[in-house]
Structure formats: C-alpha cells, structure tokens
C-alpha cells in the first residue's frame, strides 16, 4: 500500500513537472509571425528585397519558432557557401594569374563553412554572444572577399554579388538572434 501511494506521488510529481516544461515551452517558443518577418526585413542596412526573398519564399517558415528560424536561414547559408565554393574552385583553377586572390576567397568560404557548427553548438549552448561571433565572422570573411575581387580588372561581379548576398544572410541571422532570440535590445537597434 505504501508503495503503492509513493508511485501515485512521483506519477502525480512528473505530470507537474510535465505541465511546467510544456507551459514554458509554448512560453518561450513562439511562431514566427508574417508581422515579425516584415520587422527583420525592414531594419536598417537589411536588403529588404533579398530579405523578403528568403524567407517569404519558404512557407515551412509559418511553422518555425525563432531559433528554428534561425536554424533554417544558417542551414541555408552554409548551402549557399557550399555551392559557390565548388564553383570558386572549378573557375579559380581556369583563370590564370587570377589564382591568388580567387585562393583567399576560398579560405574565406571555408572558414565560413567550418563556422556553421560552431554556431548551432553555441545556440544550443545558449552562448548568444559567441553565435553572433560565428555569424559576425561570416560577415567579415565574405566582405573581404568581395573587397579583394573588387580590385581584380576585370571584376568577377557574380562571386562578388553571391558574396554580398551571403553578407546579408549573416545580417538576417544576427537580427534573428540579437532581436528575437538573445533580446539584446542594445544590440537589436544597433546599426550592422
Ligand atoms: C539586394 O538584393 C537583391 C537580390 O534580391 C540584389 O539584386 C541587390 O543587388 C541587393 N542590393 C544591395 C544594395 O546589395
Ligand atoms: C542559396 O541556396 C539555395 C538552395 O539552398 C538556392 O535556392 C538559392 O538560389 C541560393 N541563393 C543564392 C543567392 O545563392
């Protein structure tokens, strides 16, 4: 008998306990609305057109909450980084006294690629600052490389438009986080 009542009260301990974790789930992890999506694209220095793109084109993002959100748009990043990569490759190698600075893109998009996982370890760490490390990294790596091709005569304008557009998804990516997911209110106003 006793032992009976003591499984009714761990049973009756690990519903409540159920009820609090799913309470605070559904607190904490809300959808992304149409609302939300127009507030990240419509800040300062974001690309709205390219913005828009993105993520209106994806209805699966109707099911996200932010930090699937965030999720989807670094997943599709590193896609992206993945691509031009291969593409960098096959032009560099047929470009002669080009090499060089097609070589420094390439580690540019490397260590952007490598930065991918490291990110989704720190988001699942909770560790904001050193995500927005990750993305701002990306950033920089892919300003570099537009900027060094920029100087090449002639200028290879796609790998630099492509680098622009992977600059702007770090940008997304750092708004997602700083505004909706860390809510860093400084760091959600401040300029990118
Ligand atoms: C904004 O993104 C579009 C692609 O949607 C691109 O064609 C355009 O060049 C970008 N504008 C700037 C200022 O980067
Ligand atoms: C980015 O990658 C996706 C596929 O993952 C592709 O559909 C899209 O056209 C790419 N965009 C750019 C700017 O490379």
Known sequence: MVAYVDKNFS???????????????????????????????????????????????NPEIARLDFPSLFKFVLNYQAQNISDKLKQFKLSGGYTPGVESKYNLCIEFYENSFDRRDEALRYLAAKDYGSVNTMVGGTAINMFNCADDLSTMKPVPQFFVTESNLIKELSKILLVILECFISKKKEYCNRDL
């Open 11 to 57: 049973l009756a301990c690990f519903l409540v306990l159920l009820l609090f974790v799913d309470s605070s789930y559904a607190r904490f992890n809300t959808l992304v609305t149409k609302d939300q999506i127009h507030t990240i694209c419509t800040k300062q220095d974001i690309n709205s057109s390219y913005c828009f793109q993105v993520l209106n084109a």
